[in-house]
């Protein structure tokens, strides 16, 4: 690893929660619920601290959460708000993942540990009492793109079934050269950045783990709620994920917010309150509110 990649990423990495702000305008529900329990979940690589947040009146569905942060911020506050949301309007159990980034590891850590979690949330969660048939997954961002990595490490493993995944803006290919055209919040620039970085082997960024658009198969994955946005450099990485995933008879629900860059939800907060509760009836019916133990 070149050493100025290194440094870049050492301070991305260092300084994300002090950096990384949005969802102010996006607390629209869950600002009383306590704050997380954090559980530490054993994986292949070591122990993962997981923010646990429940709705009141208790769940034993879950969402299993990991944020963005190009897999090089490690903060998984920067989503306190989205986890709050769900755990208040879709009534379930949500789980953010404390999953380790670069510059300090490199794929396929993080991709393992996020499988780990979410397949021991699958497997009841220890003494969270979790149904495993009700686990649902999901991610922005970098976040998107360990989601889907999630569902087919699920699928070829057969460790458990996830009931759903939630893919916003999400990154699913580290291997084809970002386009010099696209401009915005996320640059080729960073895109490089993340490849040497995270991806620093060129040959792992072809494999399904890593870029699940290329992954040969997508049959038998969960239904998918993939959120796009008009103006963002990812936003062909989720297209063609849709397109690939109905071709493999997957269920999906495509919502394209117009006008807006990476930062989605927090460019347009009005638009915003109906993606949102769209995300929520969507878990809900797969996994959540109404349920004997969702009541």
Not at 231 to 241: I, K, S
Request: aromatic letters at 8%.
């Amino acid at each position: 690893m070149r050493l100025d990649d290194r440094l870049s990423a050492m301070v991305m990495h260092a300084t994300a929660r002090w950096t990384v702000r949005y969802g102010k305008d996006l607390r629209f529900a869950g600002t009383g619920l306590p704050a997380p329990r954090v559980v530490r979940v054993p994986t292949r690589h070591g122990r993962v601290p997981v923010h646990v947040y429940r709705p009141e009146g208790g769940a034993r569905a879950a969402y299993v959460h990991f944020h963005g942060g190009a897999w090089l911020m490690r903060y998984p506050g920067m989503d306190d708000w989205w986890c709050r949301y769900l755990a208040a309007t879709a009534g379930v159990v949500v789980l953010n993942v404390d999953f380790r980034t670069g510059p300090y590891v490199a794929y396929p850590v993080a991709q393992h540990q996020c499988h780990d979690v979410a397949a021991w949330a699958g497997q009841g969660g220890g003494d969270l009492g979790l149904d495993g048939e009700r686990i649902a997954v999901g991610g922005f961002s970098s976040g998107g793109g360990l989601a889907a990595s999630v569902c087919l490490q699920a699928k070829d493993t057969g460790s458990w079934r996830p009931a759903l995944q939630v893919l916003g803006v999400p990154a699913l290919d580290l291997a084809t050269d970002p386009a010099r055209g696209d401009g915005g919040m996320i640059s080729p620039g960073l895109r490089q950045l993340v490849r040497r970085v995270y991806f620093p082997d060129p040959a792992t960024r072809n494999l399904p783990y890593a870029s699940p658009v290329l992954a040969p198969d997508l049959s038998g994955l969960p239904p998918a709620v993939v959120l796009t946005a008009q103006r963002d450099a990812l936003r062909h990485d989720g297209e063609r994920y849709v397109a690939r995933l109905r071709e493999a008879g997957v269920p999906v629900v495509h919502d394209v917010t117009p006008g807006v860059d990476h930062y989605f939800l927090t460019e347009d907060p009005v638009r915003a309150r109906v993606t949102m509760a769209m995300v929520a009836d969507a878990l809900a019916g797969a996994i959540g509110r109404g349920g004997p133990d969702n009541r």
